[in-house]
């Protein structure tokens, strides 16, 4: 990153842009602080943003000729792969039914009043290396580890909601509290973000999710109100009560879940462990003894979190690979030593390329139910897990005959017949009466079945 602020550094120098240039945002933020950034580029100037870029663009910074947006009165130029963008400084206005705002040109001052938080407002010089805190509040906010808003928060909130998530975000992401006027006014515009965009709404989501802090993010999003707003399915999940092998409520036992669950192991298990109970709130009954149930907590479940995951414009593949491990969720938990070779086969047939995600899953699940991090202990589990495993000899649990072969052994034509046949099969390698890959055993078996 340093060497393509290098170039433009020096690709301005000794021009009419020199000193006028400033970088601001994100990466003057991450640098001040101490982190590594993969922001992109912002560069702030009193001036045109489209000549900017073609100047840029004719001194053999980049290959492509940049994107301007007239409108906006911004460019967008890639330079050695990094996205850099051109902001002629100016200043916006809103309509109160949209995020599409009117712009014109104004100083830098009036440009970092229009951001969303004082820490993103600082600029750094292009050429002299000079920061300029033109709020006044951003070096404090910064070192006091505050977010606030550069003008009344109900103006900035109401300009774009969406600030709204990106304010958790960043309290979560840094550790940072939001100050008391701002988490008000949060909480006070909540039903404005119902007009942002599935789409943009899911970028911030998924950001507080991927934090190491998420739990608080989550917690943060329940507060304010904002949560109800874009995950209502999520919200409902506080205050349901559960049975007595559970220590807390349906939402505690979800964040605590989550919290076992690191960063490391991915997007796709850390939204399963959020939505993996989200189908207790329309399966709970109470029996005439006071017991809690869930029956088909994870079928109803699977069903919400799909249908959520697709309104957030999160990718199919994604939501129904989270729908399968919830729909999945209580199998590994539900181990017992009487479990059968035959019970333990069908399990690894039935997950797939998803069992190890279902074996941490069940092991983050079972912890926080119990409030203990050997109360997921699956040990017993996994050595019988391996003890079958080895007996496959890495072979796949399905029939050992695809449907081409069991047509030339039974001399059938394609049908119904083919597929019961390759079932058939597939069972006897799940009840260990054909060993996985065996084909000649498989092929006497069609032939002599009993």
């Known amino acids: ?7 433009l550094r020096s690709a301005t120098l000794a021009t009419a842009y020199e000193g006028r240039l400033y970088l601001v945002g994100g990466i003057v933020r991450d640098r001040l602080m101490g982190l590594p950034t993969d922001e992109d580029i912002d560069i702030v100037l009193e001036g045109d943003a489209a000549e900017l870029a073609g100047f840029l663009y004719a001194s053999g910074l980049s290959q492509n000729p940049p994107t301007i947006y007239s409108r906006f009165g911004t460019a967008m130029l890639a330079v050695d792969g ?38 993103n407002t600082l600029l750094e010089n292009l050429h002299s290396g000079e920061i300029l805190d033109l709020t006044g509040k951003a070096h404090n906010d910064i070192t006091d580890k505050i977010i606030r808003t550069p003008l009344d928060p109900m ?17 979560t992401r840094f550790g940072f509290a939001i100050n008391k006027q701002t988490y008000v006014a949060i909480r006070e515009r909540a039903h404005r973000l119902s007009i ?23 917690e943060m999003l329940r507060k304010t109100g904002l949560m109800s707003i874009f995950a ?21 036992h979800t964040l605590a879940a989550l919290e076992s669950i690191p960063v490391e192991c991915g997007l796709m298990l850390r939204l399963t462990a959020l939505l993996h109970d ?44 989270v729908a399968f491990l919830i729909s999945m969720h209580l199998r590994v938990g539900s181990y017992s030593q009487e479990w059968t070779d035959t019970a333990m086969r069908r399990l690894i047939r039935d997950a797939g390329e998803h069992l190890n995600d279902l074996i941490l899953l069940a092991e983050a699940d079972g912890a926080a139910a119990k409030n203990d ?30 449907g081409r072969e069991i047509m030339e052994v039974l001399g059938l034509d394609p049908g119904p017949k083919v597929g019961e046949a390759q079932g058939f099969l597939e069972e006897q390698v799940v009840k260990g009466r054909l060993r996985a890959g065996d084909k000649a055993g498989a092929r006497k078996l069609l032939l002599e079945p009993d």
């Open 232 to 252: 209502p399915e999520i919200a409902a999940l506080y205050g349901v009560e559960q049975n007595i092998h559970h220590r807390c409520d349906v939402w505690n």
């Open 82 to 119: 990094a996205r850099v963008e051109l902001v002629g400084a100016r200043k916006e206005s809103y309509d109160p039914s949209s995020r599409k705002p009117a712009t014109k040109p104004g100083s830098l001052l009036d440009d970092v009043l229009r951001r969303d938080f004082t820490i």
């Open 278 to 321: 989200v189908g207790k709130v329309a399966t709970k009954s109470v029996d005439e003894a006071g017991g809690v149930h869930f029956y088909g907590h994870e079928k109803v479940g699977a069903e919400l979190a799909e249908r959520f995951l697709k309104r957030l414009t999160f990718s199919n593949q994604l939501a129904e690979e």
């Open 196 to 218: 942002i965009s599935a789409e943009r709404m899911r970028g911030e989501f998924e950001k507080i999710l991927m934090t190491q802090n998420a739990v608080d993010g989550m």
């Open 155 to 171: 103006i900035t909130f109401d300009d774009d909601p969406l600030r709204m998530l990106r304010a958790i975000r960043f309290a």
């Open 373 to 402: 991090p050997k109360g997921g202990d699956l040990s017993k589990f996994r050595e019988h897990l391996a003890q079958v495993r080895l007996e496959l000899h890495g072979k796949e649990i399905k029939s050992p005959l695809d």
């Open 1 to 7: 990153m340093r060497d393509i602020i290098e170039k």
